[in-house]
């Protein structure tokens, strides 16, 4: 079952030692693990390896594991499949296509476990917020799930953690280490105000690769149908803008937005999926004959 719909919650404020994602740091976990799949992150040689600081190791393998990139096995660690199509199969080997970054900011926000990624980009309702908000409604969350936030040191760092990660270092302050930006920083999805106020940007996201886009929705399906039992042969495409772990609110699309990208579906899935308006209800449906989720959920690109 998708991570997204368990219902189990899996909340957590920490594991990066306080350091955002940085440029290289998922290519870097990606030939430690190639080169040792058993131990990469744990051995006197992964600082020499890595070339970064203990803290540094530490950091760098909680956000390969939190975007999907490497994953856990029995053994110790192995690539996931899109981190082999990006650089073991030499598409993006070095993560420089923004549509690679777009992928990683969806692997990331669909693990509850990221806790206030996922909250940010799910939960997330209204138009601005402040750090102050935000520590208050993570910390209601987290009660209302049963685990009640004892470190508030933590949470107030995990916050400074995710808005550096997303939001581009203030240049009219002058430069500093932790001002380093994230490359997640290029996808211009939140934006910080004068008043230090932060907003999501929901402004058209051209970037945004449309094969991610229609993946993220069969996957999206895919694990709701999963997660009632039924094999549902329709969407409905407000379902898609504003529940929790939605590509609408993943991806911060408008309405205009997503419904625009919808009209050419049949054209762009080969007949798999169509948009259709009945009552004024528009509704997503699949095409039986050539209906194939995998398919459709894997055939994600960069462009």
Known sequence: MSDNLNNQIKISFTGHDTFP????????SYYAVEKNKENPFSTDDSIIELGVGKNMVNAIRHWALSSNFIVRTANGYEHSDYAVQLLGNGVDPFLENIGSLWKVHYELCKKQSCTTIHWLFSLLNTPSFS???????LQEFSA???KPVTNTKSLKSDINVILAMYCSPD???GFKEEDISSPLAELNLISRAEDKSYAINTGVKSTLPQSLFISSIV??????DEATGFNSNSLRVD???YGPSTPGRIFALSESELTDRLHDLHLQTDGALQLSET?????IFKNSDKYDAHKLISSWTTQ
Do not use: P, V
């Not at 996957?219 to 709701?224: G, L, N, T, V």
């Open 21 to 28: 994602m940085r440029h290289g740091w998922l290519e870097k």
């Open 131 to 137: 750090k102050d908000y935000l520590e208050s409604k």
């Open 144 to 146: 209302e799930n049963g």
């Open 171 to 173: 240049k009219a302050k």
């Open 219 to 224: 996957e999206f399906w895919h694990a709701q």
């Open 239 to 241: 379902k898609l803008l």
């Open 279 to 283: 009552a004024g209800i528009l509704q």
